[in-house]
């Protein structure tokens, strides 16, 4: 959810600036570190992370690499996508992403998105895409997901969207929906609010070990709080709950932006 309300947001700075030059921090390369409290002996999660996004008038590319350990599982997992604007009315998003370790991270992961801009003003996003996962193990996930993005003003965006996902072996479904809440701007603070509830279809939590067809919920809070110029601070908190156990948990980390 995070990605896509950073890609919504440079999106919307995209159309808006057409040919002109992006306001600044619209570039930027942040590394910090994360740690989670996991209930019931399931393991807490800890690691560091390092992203960049370089955008351009037509084009933002996002690079993500993190180092974890979670649910005693220690790996390595890298993405890379791209947001390639086509005029004033569509824009795609394409990412692709992998990890190490045992059974947590995937081995492959794709995702694929239309954005359509809606309105005179374009400032409603129409968003449809598909998701395709595999893991280290026997199971696979395919998603298809909605969202409707609207820019409320030039410091207030909201967006809310749903999902559905197949999971295999036995073709598993689960749903899922999503809302979020962004104020203020690039350059200066940004603040997300966040949460999403729903049913889930497998989780690898140990090597043997899979929880099956559940309910959980999310609920989130991240702060992107400029402190010079080319210079800011992200923080975060997370919530998530299912019937297996609680997961609780925040990151730090320092960008530099242009």
Known sequence: MAAALLAALLCGSVARAGAQALPPGSSWVEAGGFYHHVSDGFGSWTGGYARAVLAS???AWYLDAKAQEAFKDRGAYGSLANVHSFGSRFYTQLGIGGGTGKYVLPDLRLDGSLNLKLGRARSVVLTAGGTYVKSKSV???????GSLTWYARPNLLLEAGGRVNW???GAVRSERVSG?????RVGATLVTLRGSSGTEGY?????ALALRKFRSQEAGVALRQWIHRHLGVAAAGEWYHNPFYTRAGGSLGLFHAW
């Open 57 to 59: 008038a037509r084009n």
């Open 139 to 145: 199971y696979r996930d395919k998603v298809a997901f």
């Open 167 to 169: 999971s295999d072996p």
């Open 180 to 184: 979020a809440l962004t104020v203020g």
């Open 203 to 207: 989780q690898l939590v140990a090597p």
